[in-house]
């Protein structure tokens, strides 16, 4: 695709209800992360993927949040029972670069606004 | 740990007139400094990094790690410019790797007709 895809846009959740928000990284894009924007709030970092392997997930902020990325492609970020602070705009970004370079900006998705109710 | 700091939520100027938004960053090691923008609807996206002393767009960033600073400054402001924009840091790791942002909170900047 032309860019980072992430699915869906809007999601509401009642609250104690299981998400799934999916990410669709840029083709052959090695690197993947995951942000948290709460209202108000610049991005956060949760977690980040080198292909299929979790490199990094000290951001997760409890152990409701689970990533994965099997096929090293898609990524989906699952938040398991969910709370009314969990409500946020789930970011993802994704760059082609194992070792990133200086100055090197990553492509985010538009996001998944999630709602809990 | 590494903070970044935007001090003001809102800033509204005038089409024509400077603008300044300011950043501030605490960092024990080296950083790279980005400006990312986001406009009404749409994706967050890099709008200019310290390392390469760009200007994009009429806007321009210089770090001054004595006051660990990286104000973005543009000296005439126009509509098109109203947007979110947000302050960066990424830790500069010689070895490489993928490195995690850390961002500011944001600046919305409206520019006035």
């Known amino acids: 695709g032309a860019g980072v895809s992430q699915s869906p846009r809007y999601k509401v959740a009642k609250r104690g209800q299981d998400v799934a928000l999916r990410c669709d990284p840029i083709s052959g894009h090695v690197s993947l992360f995951w942000y948290q924007q709460a209202l108000g709030q610049g991005p956060e970092f949760l977690t980040y993927f080198q292909n299929e392997a979790q490199l990094d997930k000290s951001g997760l902020p409890s152990d409701r949040f689970f990533a994965e990325r099997p096929e090293g492609s898609v990524s989906t970020l699952k938040i398991q029972r969910t709370q009314q602070e969990d409500s946020a705009v789930y970011l993802c970004?994704?760059?082609?670069?194992?070792?990133?370079?200086?100055?090197?900006?990553?492509?985010f998705g538009s996001g998944t606004r999630l709602t809990v109710v | 740990a590494q903070r970044v700091t935007q001090p003001e939520k809102l800033l509204s100027v005038f089409k024509g007139a400077p603008v300044e938004l300011k950043c501030n960053y605490s960092y024990s090691g080296s950083p790279e400094l980005f400006w990312y923008v986001q406009y009404s609807r749409q994706r967050l996206q890099l709008l200019l990094r310290h390392i390469s002393r760009e200007s994009i767009k009429g806007f321009t960033a210089d770090l001054n790690k004595g006051e660990t600073s990286f104000h973005l400054k543009k000296p005439f402001a126009q509509e098109e410019d109203s947007a979110m924009y947000y302050c960066a840091l990424s830790p500069l790791i010689s070895s490489g790797s993928a490195r995690q942002l850390t961002f500011g909170s944001g600046t919305q900047l409206t520019v006035l007709p």
């Open positions: 970004a994704s760059s082609s670069y194992r070792n990133v370079p200086r100055g090197y900006g990553y492509t």
